[in-house]
């Protein structure tokens, strides 16, 4: 594995060079680097029946409790020595002032495909691909880390599918979309929003 590429490199092969520059900036952390930030203003929704489900994922650290628009996020990003492994820890303001984090690391798996872990070793198995211009991640299953073995735990069992776009708007911002779907239940959970690159 190349450690002078970034993990999104690794991942996407040749279609990173289809992902346009705000996307490319976005990600392109090296482990001789320190970290990268964007920030940005998000809508986070879901039913109100999904809440006791949000409770027990926010004690492995995973997804975001808070709902409402005009949420204020900072994304930080960065690498540590393996060149395979990226950590992110998202903070979360409310415009009521309640403050929540959601952080996590994802590890390369194999082309086009990476692990997002939370804690608990609980975890999502993403595919990535590069469909016009636009990042496209989506879930294939969900696992739990138990010891040196990942057991799989299916979608429709969680709160279902999910799929994330990243789309250009400009030279240094791009949208977010963050969509779960269940089979039986619809939409289940929602955020998304425009944030803006910290230029280094």
């Known amino acids: 594995m190349n450690t002078t590429l970034c993990l999104m490199q690794q991942v996407l092969g040749d279609d990173w060079e289809k992902l346009p ?54 994304v930080k990003k960065w ?15 409310a ?14 798996q194999q082309r086009n495909e990476l692990i997002e872990f939370v804690g608990g070793g609980f975890g999502i198995r993403l595919r990535l691909s590069v469909e016009e211009g636009k990042l496209v991640y989506r879930s294939q299953i969900h696992l739990l880390k138990l010891g040196g073995w990942l057991m799989p735990i299916p979608d ?24 779960i779907i269940h089979p039986l239940w619809g939409k289940t959970y929602a955020y998304g929003g425009v944030f803006s690159l910290n230029k280094r």
């Open 156 to 179: 429709w069992l969680f709160l279902g599918h999910a799929t994330i776009i990243e789309e250009a708007l400009s030279e240094d911002s791009f949208l977010l979309d963050f969509k």
């Open 21 to 74: 520059t705000v996307i490319q900036q976005h990600y392109q952390i090296i482990p001789a680097q320190k970290s990268f930030t964007v920030t940005g203003t998000m809508a986070i929704s879901y039913p109100v029946w999904v809440k006791p489900i949000l409770m027990i994922t926010r004690l492995l650290g995973a997804l975001i409790d808070l709902q409402g628009e005009n949420n204020q996020v900072q």
């Open 95 to 108: 415009p009521n002032g309640q403050h929540t984090v959601f952080a996590s690391r994802m590890e390369y």
């Open 79 to 93: 690498m540590t020595d393996n060149p395979q492994i990226m950590y992110w820890r998202r903070d979360i303001q």
